[in-house]
């Protein structure tokens, strides 16, 4: 479907997050080894905070290898907390207002995975939908709606919980419409403090998602790279698929589970739908 990326941690260039690994989203949007897809050129989107209370943002229908303005901006944005996702379509158009990541406030938000038969459960999601929320859908993607069900219930007060809401929605309502496996999701949220991301599926084989080693740990492991050595001890990374081969560098998330980077301890914890009373 798609391929997304997190980055918490010490400032640093986009550069270095989205073109300089070696199995970097560019490469990854034209050789992913783990997704749906083996390109995923519909599109990309960058989200980041920086000097204003709200994330700054820029999406391309562009394949992102072809983007000669993402390059250029990825050599002189700096950021300690990133967004990045590049769109393999599951059938909606090509366009701006479809490529992640979205935003609602100091909220973002991407997702890789899709609402199954997305045609025949759409109205009901839609209408669930705070009403005053309700003009904010600007795209056709399952994935924007999926984002405003979970600020409609509740996720800028409480994350997991919104997010176990929205999706025990979305499986009462595909189950009352016949679909058997009615989600496939990771999603990765953050308000410009923390960052939560989930794995889950209806039919328990998610796609993937790995986060990265604590880096003081991989420092003692390989005192030889450089890299390491310009990043702070609280610096994590979520990913669809690594991004590169480096021994005892990346973790698989458990299935329906959902992980939080915070300052100070992390956490990983159980994921369960919560179905609507």
């Not at 199995?23 to 204003?52: C, K, P, R």
């Amino acid at each position: 479907m798609c391929r997304w990326l997190a980055y918490y941690g010490w400032p640093v260039l986009l550069d270095e997050l989205l073109y300089k690994p070696k199995h970097s989203l560019i490469d990854q949007s034209l050789h992913s080894t783990m997704g749906a897809e083996t390109t995923n050129g519909d599109g990309f989107g960058v989200g980041w905070y920086g000097a204003q209370e709200t994330p700054g943002t820029f999406h391309s229908t562009e394949p992102i290898w072809n983007d000669r303005n993402m390059r250029n901006l990825a050599a002189q944005l700096e950021s300690g907390l990133v967004f990045a996702h590049i769109r393999a379509s599951s059938g909606s158009p090509v366009q701006l207002t479809n490529c992640h990541p979205f935003r609602h406030g100091r909220w973002l938000w991407m997702h890789n995975g899709v609402i199954a038969d997305f045609h025949r459960v759409k109205r009901d999601l839609v209408l669930a939908v705070d009403p005053e929320l309700y003009p904010a859908i600007e795209g056709s993607t399952d994935s924007e709606v999926f984002f405003l069900l979970a600020v409609t219930l509740g996720l800028e007060d409480d994350p997991p919980g919104a997010v176990e809401r929205a999706v025990g929605l979305i499986e009462h309502v595909g189950r009352e419409h016949g679909v058997e496996h009615p989600i496939q999701m990771t999603v990765a949220t953050t308000d410009g403090r923390n960052v939560w991301a989930f794995r889950y599926s209806s039919e328990g084989t998610s796609r993937s998602l790995f986060y990265s080693t604590r880096v003081d740990t991989l420092r003692e492991q390989h005192p030889d790279v450089a890299v390491l050595q310009t990043l702070s001890d609280e610096s994590r990374i979520v990913v669809s698929e690594p991004l590169g081969d480096l021994v005892g560098a990346w973790n698989e998330v458990p299935e329906a589970h959902y992980g939080v980077i915070q300052e100070g301890q992390d956490e990983l914890l159980p994921f369960a739908p919560r179905p609507p009373s």
